[in-house]
């Protein structure tokens, strides 16, 4: 049974009101303990977010690390109704003379005059089917159905809903009264993309009279008897005969595409992308600054979780250093020469744009090598120097967050036991003000008592 406890009733003594006031002074080491605990577990946060900060730059460092970022090609066609060209890293500055004379096409077929939805084909021999041949699919369809034979339109779904097609779709052209004409076309264009179709048993299947509805290139309103025409032909550059089954075409120019869209003439330059590198190293500057706003905001006094943190300072000191040191191998040896310099009041990156077009114009080349040549490019060394920062235990910022961490754990410990002692304490006191509580009640008693007794004595005189 609980036992219940009210001190200071008998004595009006407030026992717990004293308690209270005690305890709050021997609880002023505990709460020490606990901001404490609460500023490590801050500065543990503040590092979290420090490392994803440095982290998010190493990864833009990373993608910026490379020549072919910065050796980017971009090609323009003189007619784009009749050619449209990209390039990428492999492509050499030039320009190509191009003549098309027939874009690839995919192959279509369709069968003879127009026939009843309700007309049947095959169903005379088990034999009777449909065998299909268009690109990397070989198929059957099976027209003999039980001897019930198939209409025009389940020829058409066994076609689209075979297992083995994936070359070739099928479709139905309605006409009036109903009248129907199955077309097939191949999904991919050009001749070994074609669509070959042979029959076989006795039935009536043949009667489809399938036939190429292509148009001879050559014989407008002719259908296309030579089906290599499927084939796209042109000529770069007086090389003439070329001939792809696509109208996408990557292996002919080096690190040039070319999308083929109609017959013509057209010239096709190759040219550096100025503009996509002035983008990536616009990216360069941004990035660097977003990363010393993070640090600036991270060791901000009185709001920064990392406020009068060494490391911050011993970070920006290395990346400062990397942007600093000379990069070899290249008549550009600093950031400066290319029109990116330092903000003494801020510390941040600013490109200034005129000075970066002018050696852009002139050396194009070396600017790709300072940024990111393979040795030692600016964007490398900092990806590198965010690497060992970010190294698990032995990185810096590993380093300072696991210390912390081990101080929170110790601080834990301490909090328990305080606590823990704390509450022993608190039962002490309680146990000693209600003997004194009860002592005091009494002595209460008992001058209560003589009082009435000598009150007595004096009214019986």
Same mark, same amino acid.
């Given at each position: ?19 209270e006031?005690?305890m709050? *002074?021997?609880?002023?080491p ?5 901001e @404490? ?9 503040g ?31 003189s007619?784009? #109704? ?6 990428d890293?492999?492509?050499? #500055? ?21 026939v ?10 088990? +034999? ?5 041949? +268009? ?13 019930? &034979? ?31 004409q199955?077309?097939?076309?191949? $999904? ?14 006795? &039935? ?9 509805l ?16 499927l084939?796209?032909?042109?000529? *770069?550059?007086?090389v ?7 109208n996408?075409?990557? =292996? ?26 002035? $983008? ?15 640090? =600036?905001?991270?060791?901000? *006094?009185?709001?920064?979780k990392?406020?009068?943190d060494?490391?911050? @300072? ?19 040896t ?70 912390? $961490? ?24 309680? $146990?000693?003000?209600?003997t004194?509580?009860?002592? *005091? ?14 009150? #007595? ?5």
């Amino acid at each position: 049974m609980a036992t219940i406890s009210a001190p200071g009733i008998g004595s009006g003594l407030d026992v717990n009101a004293i308690v209270e006031a005690m305890m709050g *002074v021997e609880r002023i080491p505990l709460l020490r303990l606990e901001e @404490r605990k609460q500023n490590y577990e801050d500065q543990i946060s503040g590092y979290g977010t420090l490392r994803s900060a440095v982290d998010s730059f190493k990864t833009a460092m990373d993608e910026l690390a490379s020549l072919d970022k910065f050796e980017t090609y971009k090609g323009t066609s003189s007619d784009d #109704a009749v050619t449209t060209a990209t390039a990428d890293s492999n492509a050499t #500055a030039g320009s190509y003379q191009l003549t098309v004379d027939r874009l690839a096409e995919a192959h279509k077929m369709g069968s003879a005059g127009m026939v009843s939805a309700t007309a049947t084909f095959g169903g005379a021999d088990a +034999a009777d089917a449909l065998d299909i041949t +268009a690109g990397s699919s070989t198929f059957s369809i099976d027209t003999y159905n039980g001897g019930a &034979g198939m209409t025009l339109a389940e020829i058409r779904d066994a076609i689209n809903s075979h297992a083995d097609n994936s070359s070739v779709s099928a479709t139905i052209i309605t006409g009036n009264n109903g009248d129907q004409q199955l077309s097939l076309t191949a $999904k991919n264009s050009g001749f070994d993309e074609r669509v070959q179709v042979s029959y076989a048993g006795t &039935g009536n299947t043949s009667t489809l009279g399938l036939s190429t509805l292509n148009d001879d290139p050559d014989l407008p309103g002719t259908a296309m008897a030579d089906l290599s025409k499927l084939d796209a032909l042109f000529s *770069v550059d007086g090389v003439t005969g070329i001939t792809r089954a696509s109208n996408s075409i990557s =292996d002919v120019i080096g690190g040039v595409s070319l999308e083929l869209t109609g017959v013509g003439s057209s010239r096709v330059d190759i040219a550096n992308d100025k503009d996509e590198v002035k $983008k990536s190293v616009e990216g360069f500057v941004s990035s660097y600054n977003d990363l010393l706003t993070k640090i =600036d905001q991270l060791g901000a *006094v009185n709001t920064g979780k990392l406020a009068g943190d060494s490391s911050l @300072r011993r970070i920006i000191s290395e990346f400062r250093n990397e942007i600093n040191t000379a990069v070899s191998g290249g008549s550009l040896t600093m950031l400066s020469e290319v029109g990116v310099t330092t903000n003494r009041d801020t510390g941040k990156l600013e490109l200034d744009e005129s000075d970066f077009d002018t050696v852009m114009a002139n050396n194009f080349a070396d600017v790709a090598h300072l940024f990111g040549n393979a040795t030692d490019g600016i964007a490398m060394r900092l990806a590198d120097s965010a690497d060992v920062m970010l190294q698990s235990s032995t990185g810096l910022i590993d380093i300072r967050s696991d210390g912390l $961490k081990d101080s929170v754990k110790r601080l834990d410990n301490n909090i328990l036991r305080m606590e823990t002692l704390l509450e022993n304490r608190e039962n002490n006191y309680f $146990k000693q003000y209600s003997t004194l509580d009860g002592l *005091v009640s009494r002595m209460n008693s008992t001058g209560a008592y003589l009082v009435a007794q000598l009150s #007595a004595m004096n009214n019986n005189q």
